[in-house]
């Protein structure tokens, strides 16, 4: 099933205006959305948002080359409650300029709010993760989603909201840490009980089956997130 919606959205010195259009595909399997960006030739990549906060926050794309502020409802995407992520979305921009603001922002109050602006890859697959440093900063980050799987084991990168020891159940690796705001290497999980980011026990039973590759989002005060990636 197939959702389209069309916003027209002035360019800048543009004979055509750029369209920003919303399509929202479903299956069994659940929905996609689909948001294009202006008219012409595309480059895309699939992104998936995670709010690790307390507040339900809702992110925004908007490509340099459109007018206005990122916050304006025009560029909104999608609105993802507390501890929570969003379903894939397909998210295409101009072939001719790969600048794009993604932003993030209380669904209430509107008054806490963060940016940042990247070049994006075509093709490539991302992460989008609304976070708080230190309990009382929010901050956004964005990085690329990585594929690692492994028959017989858990293949686990481990993003934290403050620096934190990991232990994996292993003499070996007793030094590991995760750094507040940075996405890990790939670990090697034997058992899904074996994780321990912090003193936050992380059970990858709950989220899937072995062999697959996980992002694990934890905070210092117990909450995970578990994403396949």
């Not at 459109?66 to 921009?93: A, C, H, K, M």
């Not at 934190?164 to 940075?182: K, M």
């Amino acid at each position: 099933m197939y959702l389209s919606f069309g916003k027209s959205v002035p360019g800048k010195s543009y004979m055509l205006k750029n369209l920003l259009t919303l399509v929202i595909c479903c299956s069994l399997l659940g929905c996609r959305i689909e948001v294009n960006v202006g008219l012409g030739v595309y480059d895309d990549g699939d992104f998936r948002f995670i709010n690790n906060t307390d507040l339900t926050m809702t992110f925004f794309i908007k490509n340099t080359l459109q007018s206005g502020n990122v916050f304006d409802s025009d560029y909104e995407i999608v609105t993802v409650n507390p501890q929570r992520l969003s379903n894939d979305v397909r998210y295409r921009w101009l072939k001719e300029n790969a600048v794009n603001q993604i932003a993030s922002q209380d669904t209430n109050s509107r008054m806490i709010g963060q940016s940042l602006t990247a070049s994006l890859r075509d093709k490539e697959d991302y992460w989008v993760v609304s976070w708080l440093l230190n309990q009382s900063n929010y901050r956004l980050s964005l990085f690329s989603r990585r594929q690692n799987d492994t028959a017989g084991e858990f293949q686990v990168r481990i993003f934290a909201n403050q620096t934190l020891q990991i232990d994996l159940n292993d003499p070996s690796t007793a030094s590991l840490v995760a750094e507040a705001g940075l996405v890990t290497p790939f670990y090697s999980i034997a058992q899904c009980d074996d994780l321990t980011v912090g003193d936050i026990a992380v059970d990858l039973c709950q989220a899937g089956e072995i062999g697959r590759s996980y992002l694990v989002i934890v905070d210092a005060n117990g909450q995970v997130v578990i994403a396949r990636e």
